[in-house]
C-alpha cells in the first residue's frame, strides 16, 4: 500500500521573494529612524520638558502658550508613536518572511496597498473593517 503524504503541499507556504523584501526592509528600517528622531525631536520641543519652566515666573499668556505647545506635540508624539509601532510590526513582518500578507486573513495584500502604505499589514478588506 502507497501512502501519499500531501501533508507538505497542502501547507504551501506565501513569502515574497527575498529581493523583494531586502528593499521593503531597508525602507521600513529607514522609516522608522525617521520617525524616531522626529520623535527625539518633538521631545526635545516639548515646553513641559524644559527644566527651567518651574523656576521662571510667566505671564498666564505664556502658560496658555505652553500648554498649547505640550497638547500639540502630545499629539504629534501620539501620531508619531501609532506609526513606530506600525513600522516595528512591518519589520517584524519581513522577518518571519510574512511580510504582504494580511495579519487578520492570510490573504495577499494588493500590491499597490502596499506601494502606498508600505507599513501596513492588513489587506484593503480588513484595513476598512477597521482593524488596525
Ligand atoms: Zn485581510
Given at each position: 500500500?502507497v501512502?501519499?503524504?500531501?501533508?507538505?503541499e497542502?501547507?504551501?507556504?506565501?513569502?515574497l521573494?527575498a529581493?523583494v523584501?531586502?528593499?521593503v526592509?531597508?525602507?521600513?528600517?529607514g522609516?522608522?529612524k525617521?520617525l524616531?528622531?522626529k520623535?527625539q525631536?518633538?521631545?526635545?520641543?516639548?515646553?513641559f520638558?524644559?527644566?527651567?519652566r518651574?523656576n521662571d515666573?510667566?505671564?498666564?499668556?505664556?502658560?496658555?502658550a505652553e500648554?498649547f505647545?505640550?497638547a500639540?506635540?502630545?499629539?504629534i508624539?501620539?501620531h508619531l508613536n501609532l506609526?513606530?509601532?506600525?513600522?516595528?510590526?512591518a519589520?517584524a513582518?519581513?522577518?518571519i518572511?510574512?511580510y504582504?500578507?494580511?495579519e487578520?486573513?492570510?490573504?495577499?495584500i494588493?500590491?499597490?496597498?502596499l506601494?502606498t502604505?508600505p507599513?501596513?499589514?492588513l489587506c484593503?478588506?480588513c484595513?476598512?473593517?477597521?482593524?488596525?
Amino acid at each position: 500500500m502507497v501512502k501519499k503524504n500531501n501533508n507538505k503541499e497542502t501547507k504551501k507556504e506565501f513569502r515574497l521573494p527575498a529581493d523583494v523584501l531586502r528593499p521593503v526592509n531597508n525602507f521600513l528600517q529607514g522609516e522608522l529612524k525617521k520617525l524616531l528622531s522626529k520623535k527625539q525631536q518633538i521631545e526635545k520641543n516639548d515646553p513641559f520638558a524644559n527644566p527651567d519652566r518651574i523656576n521662571d515666573n510667566a505671564a498666564e499668556d505664556t502658560d496658555a502658550a505652553e500648554q498649547f505647545g505640550h497638547a500639540q506635540s502630545e499629539a504629534i508624539k501620539d501620531h508619531l508613536n501609532l506609526r513606530i509601532i506600525q513600522v516595528r510590526k512591518a519589520l517584524a513582518r519581513v522577518k518571519i518572511g510574512k511580510y504582504g500578507i494580511c495579519e487578520n486573513c492570510n490573504e495577499f495584500i494588493d500590491t499597490k496597498r502596499l506601494m502606498t502604505f508600505p507599513e501596513t499589514t492588513l489587506c484593503v478588506k480588513c484595513g476598512k473593517k477597521g482593524n488596525k
